[in-house]
């Protein structure tokens, strides 16, 4: 029989429970994503504050085709897009996406190694207009999809934690003429409780402007100093299930930028909150 002491570094001695956070893909699968985005920002420009309120309502679906060792493809489809965006043309560009579908190629790290239908997304927004068509390559260039689409299904390190384990990442999303984000983002396992792990997470995010030419866009991001001063996220992760169940991001964005018009140069200032809500179903909320 045990002694007290004896006992007491045994149990200080055991290992803590571990949980994997890892998405589970499996052919077949079918599950929505329903999220609310709300911006706030107010953009100060030769002298004038322009305050605007965005809300973007959007449904995807996401369906996995296909599910091998280093090539998992999933498809995501735009079901339904709203944008009240008080008098920019946002809800017409909302409206055109709807049904658009494209596929993505994902290797073990849930990495995107090819991407399918990006030509349909610049053909739904852009339609006939070749120079809206190329604008929106420079400003939403394939990699960013990428990036984007293949984030969407990370989370954690492919190994164990325990609740209270760490671990950083960091992230760089190109945005072709207009710069780079660069997020280093810390996140945190805080608790497990009845199959689902809370994962809470503070990030750094900074804007860099563009080296180069303009890639045919009318303006030009030439400076840039643009930080965020605060980014917290929360989200729910479902351990049976192997996906994100719920997230909420809040994020809080200044500082100025120099654009370059018509060989012009403009200094402009910017102050932007960010709210986002999302949660993932089995179930689709457009119809259920």
Known sequence: MFTAPVLALLLAAAPNDTYTLKWKLNQGDVFYNKSTITTDQTVEVMGQKIDQTIK??????FAVKSAKA???????????????????PGANIADKLKG???S???????????????????????????NLKKMLKA??????????????????????????????????????????VEAKQQFK?????????EVSVKGDLTFKAAEGDDGGLPFKITKADLKA????????????????????????????????VAGMEVEAKLVQKSRMTGVITDKNPVVD
């Open 70 to 88: 280093g090539a998992t493809v999933v498809e995501m489809t735009y079901l339904d897009m709203k944008v009240d965006a008080a008098g920019l």
């Open 189 to 197: 396992l805080d608790a497990v409780k009845d199959g689902k792990a």
């Open 104 to 130: 993505a190629t994902l290797d073990d790290k849930m990495a995107v190694t090819k991407l399918e239908g990006y030509d349909k997304l610049l053909d739904a927004v852009g339609g006939d207009d070749a």
């Open 139 to 180: 400003m939403m260039p394939e990699s960013a999809v990428r990036q984007t689409f293949g984030q969407t299904f990370v989370i954690a390190p492919d190994k164990p934690l325990a609740v209270g384990d760490k671990w950083d990442r960091t992230d760089k999303l190109g945005l072709g003429p207009l710069g780079s």
């Open 229 to 260: 001063e605060k980014f917290d996220a929360a989200h729910t992760f479902d351990l049976k299930a192997g996906r994100v169940i719920q997230t909420k991001v809040d994020m809080d964005m200044a500082g100025t930028m120099t654009i370059g």
């Open 56 to 61: 973007m309502d959007m449904v995807i679906k």
């Open 100 to 102: 658009v579908t494209f």
